[in-house]
């Protein structure tokens, strides 16, 4: 069974920047997409980025700020967060999926002040 360990998240100021990790049990290559996702209190679950073997893709709200990448020999994803903003508060989620199968990790909750 695949465990996702999400950690890196805290407390920063406005203008700040994070580095957030994914730390996979198992063997993050076989995965197809490994994605970060986030949650705001009232919110949705949103996709904010995702890597595949063809490139990265980001959402238009942290584009230019957020920067998606993987370390397979660590099978490790990371999610560097700069100039962070009061509005990516939210609870980061880590996500892998392959045949079809979805796994996500418990959540690291990012707080950005104003």
């Known amino acids: 069974q695949v465990q996702l360990v999400e950690s890196g998240g805290g407390l920063v100021q406005a203008g700040g920047s994070l580095r957030l990790s994914c730390a996979a049990s198992?063997?993050?290559?076989?995965?197809?997409?490994m994605a970060w996702y986030r949650q705001a209190p009232g919110k949705q679950r949103e996709l904010v980025a995702f890597?595949?073997?063809?490139?990265?893709n980001y959402a238009d709200s942290v584009k230019g700020r957020f920067t998606i990448s993987r370390d397979n020999a660590k099978n490790t994803v990371y999610l560097h967060m700069n100039s962070l903003k009061p509005e990516d508060t939210a609870v980061y989620y880590c996500?892998?999926?392959?045949?079809?199968?979805?796994?996500w990790g418990q959540g690291t909750q990012v707080t950005v002040s104003s």
């Open positions: 996500n892998g999926a392959r045949g079809g199968a979805s796994f």
């Open positions: 198992g063997v993050i290559a076989g995965f197809n997409v």
């Open positions: 890597i595949t073997s063809g490139g990265t």
